[in-house]
């Protein structure tokens, strides 16, 4: 079991760009969540996904971010028109639901040049 | 909401030394508390789950132990090692979609 995939895990755009980052639960694992978290802050929730739907997306900024978990492929973060305060480390985690808890992902290191 | 809070921010100890970490959160109605750990740049490494029903877990030199009535959880260290050195945070979760982070506390043993 390869745990929560993300990449890329260092990712560099300028201001204006794209990002996209993707994150695999692990196997069996149909819950999906993004947390980001901001040079020495602790993690702040964003968005909660099961296949095909978004089940909370209100730790998310309104504008230039969305998520999506398709019915077949990683989930995806997508981030439009990055500007420097979106610089942060993006974490993915899985869960099977109920209570077993979370497993993290490395993350991905955004930078915003 | 729930908050949880984590004492102390910073601890350095010598190597060798048992040491305690301490977590409280202020809503008792909790599925279960994760113990994590997060070293510099990386992502986060799940230590302990314990669920609500449950008083301690044990892995290793680690035991976490949950006093839900308090609202408390304790992760205790055995004979710290410097590689031991990270940050350790708590979560508790209280709904499918609900995962409470601590601030965190910043662990240093020094050889």
């Known amino acids: 079991n390869a745990g929560v995939m993300q990449n890329p895990r260092h990712l560099v755009r300028r201001r204006g760009q794209e990002a996209r980052l993707r994150c695999s639960p692990m196997?069996?694992?149909?819950?999906v969540y993004w947390y980001r978290q901001l040079p020495e802050e602790g993690l702040k929730f964003m968005v909660y996904l099961q296949k095909e739907n978004i089940i909370d997306e209100s730790g998310m900024p309104k504008e230039r971010f969305s998520a999506e978990f398709p019915k077949e492929g990683p989930s995806i973060l997508r981030i439009q028109q990055v500007v420097r305060g979106d610089s942060a480390a993006y974490f993915c985690?899985?869960?099977?639901?109920?209570?077993?808890?979370?497993?993290f992902g490395s993350g991905t290191r955004l930078t915003v040049v | 909401k729930q908050e949880v809070t984590q004492i102390p921010a910073a601890l350095s100890v010598p190597e060798g030394e048992n040491l305690v970490l301490n977590c409280s959160f202020t809503?008792?109605?909790?599925?279960?508390l994760q113990w994590f750990r997060q070293d510099p740049g990386k992502g986060l490494t799940s230590l302990l789950l314990?669920?609500?029903?449950?008083r301690e877990q044990t892995s290793g030199r680690l035991n976490a132990s949950l006093d839900k009535s308090s609202g408390r959880s304790t992760l205790y260290i055995a004979a710290s090692q410097p590689g031991d050195s990270a940050t350790y945070l708590c979560a508790v979760q209280t709904g499918a979609n609900n995962l409470f982070f601590g601030t965190g506390t910043r662990l240093t043993v020094i050889p």
């Open positions: 985690a899985s869960s099977p639901g109920g209570k077993y808890g979370y497993t």
């Open positions: 809503d008792s109605a909790i599925y279960n």
């Open positions: 196997k069996g694992h149909s819950h």
């Open positions: 314990i669920q609500s029903s449950q």
